[in-house]
């Protein structure tokens, strides 16, 4: 932090801007190769400024410009002196605005004028479309002058500045794929592409070729070799070259990463790619999502997803309009303080308390099926387990501070127990309530304090984990936080102690913070779970209920099998 800070400092320095809280600029905002400068193409007239036109009317324009990354920023250009367009550093960084607030400074003439131009930071663009969410306050000081009869700007900072609204308006995301550590699945990874482009497909394995961006690759793996290139589309052939002797399993591989990052982003198929001149699966000239359907990155989403309900502290299993005991070892425990479920292995894992007042101790019990449960371990406090993906092994945090891995053999149902290397963590003063892992396993979400935090999940060697490229993914709710859940198209949902706002969903990088209907919510939300098709909660009074494509005003209904009844959900995944 306080190498951003010093980083931050010297931008102020050099440029009249000022920037507070912990915000820093990307050394490069481009998310597609651009073009050296050069003068207006065909088109970019078209975005000229227009004649005649009021000096904070052509500040605002310009600021609408800036976002079209084309021709480093060419249309924005035009705004500018001769002076001005040949030395502005476009490339130094783009935050994003909530809004931009441009007034006057005394001084004015008919031939010169100077502008403040301030505005709430939420973020920032970077190198590849990476988006980084920010929480400060930008402020900086932008000189009009009248030349042949116009305004135009002579003297302004380095870097684009853009309104969330133009982001939204001019860029659209998107996501690469890659593999996680097991090579089991693919994981998302989010990335911000200008519309203007009109090659989507080959801005997107360009990006993906270049790798993950620097937050997720340690998580992650890819089958592109070092020094690999993506040639074009040519013909209608994807072609790739450098890949040397890359394997069978390796070549399928890297084909549903291509196949996926497409097909997600509503290009159509089949598609016909090429390493280094042959089709990347042999006998196979052309592919669709069918060949690499065991990678499919939306099969969670479409899942049977039971739900279950802790009540009285007992675990039920609810059933269209009634509840059932769980069948196995927890069909008659109780005290059960949490619990998660992992449906493709029938593995559950349950917190139970025992003992009062200061003799109150937890306990962590895990079970498959019809076996005697397990005890795991045993603390003053646990939190709610997390199982990573296929369920042989789940994560929970001992008394707010040691985060803990618990795996559970498969031939003989043995539990052991090794410490996650948090050790990143550190310099975030408080301690960590709740901690959940994503679907793919790639990434952990956790609060403290009622922050609500990211990390990305780094395997150093076989069975140890470590938590790494820690930060803060929703800082304007920060404070308020009580609970996280992920959901299975993998964004985050967040239970707060908030009043009008009680229910957000959060992308997972940061650039867009939804508030959820609040209608007939009542604050705090404690408890949070969703499914395919329906997200939960528990409220101050009950356990409710939302289907996940509402739109427009929408109400939170009660669960039909727990009218009249406050209890906590866990949707088995």
Same mark, same amino acid.
């Given at each position: ?7 931050v400092?010297g931008v ?30 065909s088109? +970019? ?11 904070d %009317? ?6 609408? #410009?800036a976002?079209k990354?084309?021709q ?5 250009r035009?705004?500018?002196t001769a ?6 550093d ?11 607030d ?8 008919a ?14 663009i ?9 929480h ?7 000189d009009?002058v009248k030349?042949? *009869? ?5 003297n ?18 998107y ?11 693919? +994981? ?7 519309? *203007? ?9 360009s990006?993906?070729?270049e ?15 070092? *020094?690999?290139?993506f040639?074009?589309?040519?013909d209608?052939v994807y072609?790739?070259?450098?890949f040397?002797?890359?394997s ?5 591989r ?13 290009v ?5 790619i ?16 069918? #060949?690499v ?29 009634h509840?059932?005991?769980? @069948?196995?070892?927890?069909? #008659? ?15 559950v @894992?349950?917190?139970?308390?025992t ?14 099926d ?9 603390s ?12 042989t092994s ?25 410490? +996650? ?12 309530s709740?901690? #959940? ?14 922050r ?14 470590? %938590?790494t ?6 800082? @304007? ?28 969903q ?8 939804t508030?959820?209907?609040s209608?007939?919510?009542?604050a705090?939300v404690v ?5 395919p098709?329906t997200?939960?909660?528990t ?14 005003v ?11 009844q406050r209890?906590?959900? +866990?949707v @088995?995944?």
């Amino acid at each position: 932090m306080k190498k951003d800070l010093r980083r931050v400092l010297g931008v102020i320095a050099l440029s009249s801007v000022v920037l507070t809280a912990c915000t820093t600029i990307p050394s490069n905002s481009t998310p597609q190769a651009l073009r050296s400068f050069a003068p207006a193409a065909s088109g +970019v007239e078209d975005e000229a400024p227009e004649p005649n036109q009021a000096p904070d %009317l052509l500040l605002r324009d310009f600021f609408r #410009q800036a976002v079209k990354p084309k021709q480093r920023h060419q249309p924005a250009r035009q705004y500018l002196t001769a002076e001005a367009a040949k030395t502005w550093d476009s490339q130094a960084g783009t935050l994003v605005l909530d809004r931009i607030d441009i007034n006057s400074k005394p001084g004015a003439s008919a031939q010169g004028m100077t502008f403040t131009v301030r505005g709430p930071v939420i973020g920032s663009i970077g190198v590849g479309g990476v988006y980084q969410p920010e929480h400060g306050l930008y402020e900086a000081t932008i000189d009009l002058v009248k030349q042949d *009869g116009q305004w135009r700007i002579s003297n302004l900072p380095p870097g684009v500045v853009v309104e969330h609204t133009e982001l939204r308006n001019n860029y659209q995301p998107y996501s690469l794929y890659f593999m996680d550590p097991s090579d089991s699945s693919l +994981v998302a990874d989010r990335r911000w592409v200008y519309t *203007g482009n009109s090659s989507l497909n080959t801005a997107l394995l360009s990006l993906l070729v270049e790798g993950p961006q620097d937050v997720l690759a340690p998580g992650v793996k890819t089958y592109v070799p070092q *020094g690999a290139t993506f040639s074009g589309f040519n013909d209608g052939v994807y072609s790739f070259a450098g890949f040397g002797d890359l394997s069978a399993e390796g070549r399928y591989r890297f084909a549903a990463q291509v196949v996926w990052t497409l097909a997600k982003a509503g290009v159509p198929g089949p598609y016909r790619i090429e390493i280094d001149d042959t089709p990347i699966i042999e006998e196979s000239e052309y592919l669709t999502i069918e #060949q690499v359907a065991d990678y499919n990155p939306g099969a969670s989403a479409v899942a049977a997803s039971p739900l279950y309900v802790l009540a009285g502290g007992k675990i039920m299993k609810v059933e269209e309009d009634h509840t059932v005991p769980i @069948a196995g070892s927890f069909s #008659q425990a109780g005290n059960i303080d949490s619990a998660d479920f992992d449906a493709g292995s029938g593995v559950v @894992a349950a917190v139970q308390s025992t003992g009062e007042g200061e003799d109150r101790k937890a306990r962590l019990l895990v079970a498959k099926d019809e076996e005697a449960a397990r005890e795991a371990l045993e603390s003053k406090t646990i939190s709610h387990p997390t199982f990573e993906i296929a369920g042989t092994s789940l994560w929970t945090v001992l008394d707010g501070k040691k985060v803990v891995r618990v795996a559970r053999s498969t031939t003989s149902g043995e539990l052991s127990q090794t410490e +996650v290397d948090s050790s990143e963590l550190e310099g975030l003063d408080g301690l960590i309530s709740v901690l #959940q892992l994503s679907p793919t396993g790639v990434r952990c979400a956790f609060i403290i304090n009622g922050r609500v935090y990211m990390a990305t999940v780094e395997r150093p060697s076989a069975g140890h984990r470590k %938590l790494t490229k820690v930060r803060e993914i929703a800082p @304007a709710i920060a404070g308020t936080a009580l609970t996280v859940e992920w959901k299975p198209d993998g964004s985050l949902l967040v239970g707060t102690s908030t009043a009008e706002t009680p229910v957000w969903q959060v992308q997972t990088d940061g650039s867009a913070l939804t508030p959820l209907p609040s209608g007939n919510v009542t604050a705090p939300v404690v408890a949070i779970s969703a499914s395919p098709s329906t997200i939960y909660i528990t409220d101050s009074r009950a356990l409710l209920q939302l289907p996940t494509n509402t739109t427009g005003v929408a109400f939170w209904r009660e669960v039909p099998a727990l009218q009249g009844q406050r209890a906590a959900p +866990v949707v @088995a995944k």
